[in-house]
């Protein structure tokens, strides 16, 4: 009997553990409902749709080059027994820079001029011999062909003589000089001879962003500033714009500018330009954060913030300024829309907002 007794004691504390562990796992499932229903909000943060004055100016960065620049090579062969000019001296367009030795062109040169001055006195004779009949158009004809060769054949020569003195072909500065006197130089290949700059002008080159090069134009004035010359200003012309990107996807820009009388600007410094406008009033656009939009600025589309629920929304985005877009429609001023966060939002998402 005892026996039985302690049988169904021992069933009654079994199912008294077991009714207590199923109440007890109700509670715990309807806890963790709640946290979770709790937890289910998505942490994002936030900005407000703001109209107010928007700064266009952007700078760009490069070096500046010579506007013009040469490698002089000779264009005939002979030994250098003359050089006028050292590196660093200014030289004008068409001073002579080196002579060559000219002995043997300056005698084909004589024996030219020679045999032009005997045809031209035969033409003279043969001319005035036709008019009285002594000679024939023919013997005429063939006169003129001769003293016509004759010249061609001096006007060579005195150009072989000419290119015994090598001229600059345009003003500049002498860079590097490769030659000394008793160098025998050679036409085929060309010794290099001098490397002349030209440094009264030259051009920078940057490269803008797709966004910022919608704001440019050639023929465009801008202010110019080289990095060693912080107090000193100097103004540029855009005269190029590439119609196509770089593997960066930035726009190769280049800017003109003119030297000072000091050619204070060398080439090789560091410059930078000043692009926008140089209005003082600045519109009033309205304008959202550039990673407010879902992907990218092209996507048109953003998540606002409405009593906690995130809501995806299309808008029509305008020009590019920095990390701000221009807003042209589907926005109105205090409007938040989240700027972190969305790739863990689709739409009608709870959000929280993080401060």
């Known amino acids: 009997m005892k026996k039985i007794i302690y049988i169904g004691l021992a069933v009654l504390l079994v199912g008294a553990a077991v009714f207590t562990l199923i109440n007890n796992k109700k509670e715990n499932a309807a806890a963790t409902a709640i946290v979770a229903q709790e937890n289910s909000t998505v942490a994002v943060r936030v900005a407000s749709v703001a109209t107010g004055p928007i700064e266009d100016n952007f700078i760009a960065n490069g070096n ?3 506007a013009q620049e040469l490698n002089f090579a000779a264009e005939r062969s002979g030994k250098v027994v003359s050089i006028l000019v050292k590196e660093g001296d200014a030289v004008a367009k068409g001073q002579t820079l080196a002579v060559i ?12 001029n020679a045999n032009y001055q005997n045809t031209l006195n035969d033409y ?23 003293m016509v060769n004759a010249k061609a054949r001096l006007t060579q020569a005195n150009i072989n003589v000419g290119d015994t003195r090598v001229k600059a072909p345009f ?25 002349i700059v030209n440094l009264s002008s030259l051009k920078l080159k940057v490269a803008v962003s797709e966004s910022q090069i919608a704001q440019l134009k050639v023929g465009s004035s801008v202010k110019v500033k080289a990095s060693v010359y912080p107090d000193k200003e100097f103004t540029g012309k855009v005269t ?37 406008s140089n209005n003082e009033k600045q519109a009033e656009l309205m304008t959202i954060p550039r990673n407010a939009f879902v992907g990218s600025v092209s996507s048109n589309q953003v998540f606002v913030v409405e009593n906690e629920i995130a809501i995806l929304k299309k808008v029509t985005a305008g020009r590019v300024f920095g990390d701000k877009v221009e807003i042209l429609g589907g926005l109105k001023n205090n409007d938040v829309v989240v700027t972190s966060g969305q790739i863990n939002l689709s739409d009608n998402t709870k959000v929280s907002i993080v401060k």
Do not use: H, W
């Not at 960066?248 to 000043?274: C, H, Q, R």
């Open 64 to 66: 500046f080059a010579p």
């Open 101 to 112: 030795r000219g002995d043997v062109v300056n005698v084909e040169a004589q024996t030219a």
């Open 171 to 195: 003003s500049g500065i002498i860079n590097k000089k490769y030659i000394e006197v008793g160098t025998m130089l050679s036409a085929m290949p060309p010794t290099q001879m001098f490397e």
């Open 240 to 276: 190029f714009i590439a119609p196509k990107a770089d593997a960066s996807l930035n726009f190769p820009i280049e800017v003109a500018i003119t030297n000072n009388p000091n050619n204070d600007i060398k080439a090789g410094m560091y410059g930078s330009v000043l692009f926008g």
């Open 124 to 146: 003279n004779r043969f001319e005035s011999a036709f008019s009285t009949g002594g000679v024939t158009k023919q013997q005429l004809d063939q006169a003129r062909i001769n």
